[in-house]
T-cell receptor, first 117, second 117 residues
Framework: EAEVAQSPRYKITEKSQAVAFWCDPI?????LYWYRQILGQGPELLVQ????????DSQLPKDRFSAERLKGVDSTLKIQPAELGDSAMYLC???????????????FGPGTRLTVL | AQKITQTQPGMFVQEKEAVTLDCTYD???????LFWYKQPSSGEMIFLIY??????QNATEGRYSLNFQKARKSANLVISASQLGDSAMYFC??????????????FGPGTSLSVIP
């Protein structure tokens, strides 16, 4: 069964360092999402891609966060420099279509748990 | 304003009993979708069930059913015959599409469900 892959699963870094997360969505899925989830809260959308284009990055802290999805397949989310408040789970998800016909549900990867010391 | 409200931070249910997890939502769109996801302690988000705003029948998927009351803007999840493996966080989510050219999915704060043997 096809799955969304993410790496690394865990990352510990010191503040002011750079970190990068990788996501490979399910093959053929047009839409890719990056979410941040603070412990005990719901996922918050950071950035959403349609193929290789960003369609929503309104909640992305652009002074330190960047995201790309070159060739419209896998994606990288970068934080530079990391801050203590960035400690969270970073979830990647993909869905088949850009606009839902039917459920068009999101398929999530296992997440990357980031700890900033 | 909160788009998705889940008023029960934590719930307990006896094994084999049924439990209802509440979700209310706020949207001015006529066309939208509602989802429930499960997140075990391992962290992965698992899609459970979907209800479209124009669907006349309440959605069902195995032991999961969605009690959709459109006029009240509620989409409660009912889990029948609870099992120990149902212990997890449960998130209600809403997809809006009318104002954008792409799906925008918003998650609620979640409800922690504990199943007691």
């Amino acid at each position: 069964e096809a799955e969304v892959a993410q790496s690394p699963r865990y990352k510990i870094t010191e503040k002011s360092q750079a970190v990068a997360f990788w996501c490979d969505p399910i093959s053929g899925h047009a839409t890719l999402y990056w979410y941040r989830q603070i412990l005990g809260q719901g996922p918050e959308l950071l950035v959403q891609f349609q193929d290789e284009s960003v369609v929503d990055d309104s909640q992305l802290p652009k002074d330190r966060f960047s995201a790309e999805r070159l060739k419209g397949v896998d994606s990288t989310l970068k934080i530079q420099p990391a801050e203590l408040g960035d400690s969270a789970m970073y979830l990647c998800a993909s869905s088949r279509q850009v606009r839902g016909i039917g459920s068009n549900e999101q398929f999530f990867g296992p997440g990357t748990r980031l700890t900033v010391l | 304003a909160q788009k998705i409200t889940q008023t029960q931070p934590g719930m307990f249910v006896q094994e084999k009993e049924a439990v209802t997890l509440d979700c209310t939502y706020d949207t001015s769109d006529q066309s939208y979708g509602l989802f429930w996801y499960k997140q075990p302690s391992s962290g992965e988000m698992i899609f459970l069930i979907y209800q479209g705003s124009y669907d006349e029948q309440n959605a069902t998927e195995g032991r999961y059913s969605l009690n959709f009351q459109k006029a009240r803007k509620s989409a409660n999840l009912v889990i029948s015959a609870s099992q120990l493996g149902d212990s997890a966080m449960y998130f209600c989510a809403m997809r809006e599409t009318l104002k954008t050219s792409y799906d925008k999915v918003i998650f609620g704060p979640g409800t922690s469900l504990s199943v007691i043997p």
